[in-house]
């Protein structure tokens, strides 16, 4: 009778993490469905990100301040470390993300930064002379032909604005794949908690400050939907992914609860649909299909 309770609080502990990395995954995919949404009002990429990360920083701030009486001082290669992390993970990942929804759909959107673990397997065989299986170089396949599709789909409809706004997103993927590779190792003695708390207040005064220099401060005086928006950008799809998927990898492990952000696409797709008008068509979904796929053969590879 014990052996079956145990079971049982067991599968309702996996179950309990498993919702929870599938509802962060949404979360963290509707930051771009809430972006489209701000940029009706015409706000630019510059003012969106300072809203956004003005928004969060409290939240941030507070929990590295607990996390610095708790864990003592850092020293000081550990705090250029994270001034780095924090400027080339999260300040211009999320730039060149915003920056590149300006011009291509949510869908796309979602779709090139879900290569983020591709590139982290290329950026290793390439300069840290990781070997490559034939099993991960077809999921790479399989992935980049699914974006193919979908980028060709979307060119047609948008134009060479499709090609910028890709190329941007693509970078966004790119230095965010940098900083996870970077931050392996520092996480080990940090823990993530700590890691990414600090590293979210770093890129919150890199966004504020490159406001302030780009833009004139009456840009802050904006509508009240923006202010709404952005409070939900900054609490709804930053704050909360960010911990919940910390919960789930602690419940789950990283490896089912990096499977369960494959929904993070298709929840895109359709509240593209839903919120703001965007068409469904049969190439995306192919193209969602075999990118899903791909990044689910990659995850399914024994380290």
């Known amino acids: 009778m014990l ?4 079971k049982l609080l067991a599968r309702r502990h996996y179950l309990t993490g498993l919702a929870i990395a599938l509802v962060g995954a ?12 701000i940029y009706r009002y015409n706000v630019d990429a510059v003012t969106l990100i300072c809203f956004r990360m003005a928004f969060s920083l409290p939240i941030f701030a507070a929990i590295a301040i607990w996390q610095m009486h708790k864990s003592g001082s850092l020293s000081k290669a550990d705090r250029w470390r994270l001034v780095a992390l924090g ?10 993300d915003f920056l590149g929804l300006q011009y291509i759909s ?8 879900f ?38 789909h979307d060119l047609k409809l948008g134009g060479e604005y499709v090609l910028l706004g890709s190329a941007l997103v693509l970078g966004a993927a790119i230095s965010y794949a940098i900083y996870l590779i970077q931050s392996g190792q520092l996480v080990q003695r940090l823990g993530s908690l700590r890691l990414v708390s600090y590293a979210m207040c770093v890129s919150s005064a890199a966004c504020i400050g490159q406001f302030f220099i780009l833009r004139p401060a009456s840009m802050l005086v904006q509508p009240l939907a923006v202010y709404s928006l952005s409070i939900v950008n900054a609490v709804m799809c930053t704050v909360l992914p960010v911990f919940m998927t910390m ?7 990283a490896a089912t609860a990096s499977q369960a952000g494959m929904i993070g696409p298709v929840s895109t797709l359709f509240l593209g649909a839903y919120f703001i008008g965007e068409p469904i068509t049969s190439w995306q979904l192919a193209g969602t299909i075999l990118v899903m796929g791909g990044m689910y053969l990659l995850s399914r590879k024994k380290t």
């Open 87 to 96: 400027l080339v993970g999260y300040y211009l990942s999320s730039f060149l």
């Open 115 to 152: 290569l983020t673990p591709s590139f982290v397997l290329l950026i290793s065989a390439f300069f840290l002379k990781r070997a490559v299986s034939r099993l991960e170089w077809a999921a790479l396949l399989v992935s980049y032909l699914g974006i193919v599709l979908v980028f060709f």
């Open 106 to 113: 949510a869908g796309l959107e979602r779709l090139i930064l």
């Open 3 to 6: 052996t079956e309770q145990t």
């Open 26 to 37: 949404i979360l963290f995919s509707t930051k771009a469905i809430v972006a489209k949404l």
């Open 247 to 253: 919960i789930a990898v602690k419940r789950i492990g």
